[in-house]
């Protein structure tokens, strides 16, 4: 049994018509307490994760990765080298002791991993899990909670790099110490590099990975010895995010299904090793003294991931068995805050997209084939009373919580993005059809032949916790107010959602969960040209969209790319309303227990990996 299977049973049994309109406002204050915790950030082409490491040579004094060398907000750096990097040294927060060698972390997940092999599923939990382990080409650099997402990547098993002018290739140099563990006990090297490629990439007859065109801007690989590799490319603005991303590449050896069965166990060159797996129990990874980030980190002996249900973890919690809560639930926030004052509560930017998409028939034949049915939709919501609900603004404000200056309104793209995203709620253009207007959505219903309404299958999965599935059955009593019956349809994370949901196979309407650092990412796997960097998942048609998203894509200057991604927004797709934004997975809480110690600098950007940039540098306080 999957993971969503055992548990959206017993989230559905507990979350009951609270969530209805009431007077024309949404409730959703006082779920059980049963159903109190969540499941954590979501992904992309897979959801969730906490909160970040960067290549270095880390002083004793040093809590947090280090940064590549600045470039403007937003770029890629075109150059780095191990001299131009400085090393972020964040104050513990108040009350914590410093950094401290050793101890046992503990944190709580919802499932263990359907499979070890990182290569081979988008299941978030086994990509977070293979970042304990394996290495990657870059990673994403941690910052502090305003300063999230951060654009600029830094080196992982790259020391340094380089673009060519033209940015047709991108020439790496590896570092000299990183090295696999037992059984292969050897250097990484630049064979393993391009066999970790060609096996992603589905080359040289390996199976590809269900992501695989993630990476089909590299065009070919030349490793003239063994810490170089020049990468021949496809011109791509956000090369060093495709390479650092937990759900694209993991460096693996080339031994790997000779010398081990990557579906039985993970051997890389990452800051942990793997320990133990007990099904539907735990996984355990241990500390991995010949890091090449070391030898001071990673500060932890070993990391315990326990598999507990929301009330276990809650409890755990509370009597300190556990030292990271994910994401408890809004509604349970103050509580928790009052209850429990040896805690801690502390926000994270989700940096997610929550929107209702479109799938079969594509033919033209179905209701939504008219953009005035989808425009009407988006009319029906009201996201303001939405956004109260969901986030519980008036309970966490109430215990000192600030949430109304951290959640937004998601626009055609998603909240949140400095200097690309939109608010609609001020901009005329896009604010036509993102707000709250049902006698406006029965026009468009009307005038598009529906004025009776339809049924459509609604498919969405429980795997993301209580908030989230407050909000998927918020959506239908709105739609409802025009005329439109959505026909529940709760597909099995692991069997459906990740495979054919979330990638465009589905019949009806779809309520999505996707988390990028950039919009960049969302506008290509929403609407890039089909074929063109690996998106367009939901078979979107509209020849104009996907040429913008391709010159979005093949711009390099950063001022100039965000202005387009603003602009895209305005000109081509609010009218075109191909996906109808809801109001989720902006912000969300995390539960740190008394003995857990982490920097200031932990924030991400959305798609996880805390794992590889986060616990390296995390501690625990004894005593």
């Known amino acids: ?24 406002a949404i409730g959703g204050a006082g779920l059980t307490a049963a159903a109190l915790i969540g499941c954590g950030n979501g992904d992309d082409d897979a959801p969730p ?11 004793a004094t040093s809590t947090a990765p280090a940064a590549a060398t600045q470039a403007p907000a937003g770029s890629e750096t075109p150059t780095a080298t191990p001299e131009a990097r400085a090393t972020a040294t964040p104050s513990p927060a108040a009350g914590v002791d410093g950094p401290r060698r050793g101890g046992i972390f503990r944190i709580h997940q919802w499932f263990t991993p359907p499979s070890l092999d990182p290569h081979r599923t988008l299941d978030f939990s086994t990509k977070g899990a293979a970042s304990y382990i394996y290495s990657k080409l870059f990673t994403q650099i941690p910052v502090v909670f305003d300063e999230a997402p951060n654009p600029e990547m830094a080196g992982d098993l790259v020391e340094s790099w380089e673009f060519t002018p033209d940015r047709d290739r991108l020439n790496l140099t590896l570092v000299p110490n990183a090295t696999f563990t037992h059984p292969i006990n050897r250097t990484v090297d630049s064979d393993d590099v391009r066999f970790s490629v060609e096996r992603f990439r589905g080359l040289n007859g390996h199976d590809p990975a269900p992501n695989a065109s993630q990476l089909d801007f590299i065009q070919g690989m030349e490793t003239p010895d063994a810490r170089t590799i020049t990468l021949r490319m496809a011109p791509l603005a956000r090369v060093l995010w495709r390479l650092a991303d ?18 039985q166990t993970m051997v890389g060159s990452g800051p942990f090793v793997w320990d133990e797996l007990v099904q539907d129990v735990s996984f355990k990874v241990v500390r991995n003294p010949d890091w090449f980030n070391g030898p001071d980190v990673p500060y932890l002996d070993a990391v315990h991931e326990l598999i507990v249900q929301p009330l276990t973890a809650l409890t755990q919690f509370q009597a300190g068995g556990i030292d990271l809560l994910i994401t408890p639930t809004p509604d349970f926030v103050p509580a928790l805050v009052r209850n429990y004052p040896e805690g ?25 084939a008219d953009a005035r049915v989808r425009r009407a939709i988006s009319l029906s919501l009201n996201r303001a009373d939405m956004i109260t609900a969901l986030y519980n603004v008036d309970g966490l404000e109430e215990v000192g919580l600030e949430v109304a200056s951290r959640v937004g309104w998601h626009n055609i793209l998603p909240a949140g993005f400095r200097g690309q995203s939109v608010d609609p709620r001020t901009d005329a253009k896009t604010g036509r059809w993102i707000r709250h207007d049902v006698a406006e959505a029965r026009k468009l219903l009307e005038a598009a032949g529906y004025g009776d309404g339809f049924e459509v299958p609604y498919n969405y999965t429980a795997a993301f916790g209580p908030a989230w599935i407050q909000e998927t059955e918020i959506i239908p009593q709105l739609v409802s107010d025009i005329g439109i019956t959505f026909k529940t349809n709760v597909v099995d994370y692991a069997a459906e959602y990740v495979p054919e949901t979330s990638r465009g196979v589905y019949e009806g309407i779809a ?9 960049e990412d969302f506008l290509t796997d929403l609407y890039a040209s089909p074929g063109a ?11 104009a969209i996907g040429a913008a998203v391709d010159d ?13 991604v603003r602009n895209i927004q305005r000109d081509l797709l609010a009218d075109a309303m191909w996906f109808v934004p809801s109001v989720g997975w902006q912000l969300d809480w995390v539960g740190l227990s008394p003995r857990a110690g982490i920097p200031d600098a932990w924030h991400g950007n959305g798609r996880g990996d805390h794992q590889a940039y986060g616990f390296p540098w995390w501690w625990v306080n004894e005593g």
Do not use: C
């Not at 079969?360 to 939504?368: F, H, K, N, T, Y």
């Open 344 to 368: 801690r509560i502390v926000p994270r930017k989700a940096l997610g997209f929550v929107y209702l998409s479109f799938g079969e028939p594509r033919d033209g034949s179905a209701p939504w």
């Open 246 to 263: 937990m759900f694209n590449m993991h460096i693996m050896p080339r031994e790997t299904g000779s010398a081990f069965d990557p579906t």
């Open 511 to 519: 309520l999505q969960l996707q988390v990028f650092p950039g919009l």
């Open 552 to 564: 979005i894509n093949t711009t390099f200057d950063i001022d100039e790319r965000n202005e387009k």
């Open 1 to 24: 049994m999957t993971g969503s299977s055992r548990l959206s049973g017993f989230w559905h049994s507990r979350l009951s018509r609270r969530a209805a309109l009431r007077g024309g």
């Open 533 to 543: 960097s690996g998106g367009n998942l939901h078979r979107v048609e509209d020849a």
């Open 49 to 59: 994760a906490p909160p970040a490491p960067a290549r270095q040579a880390a002083p």
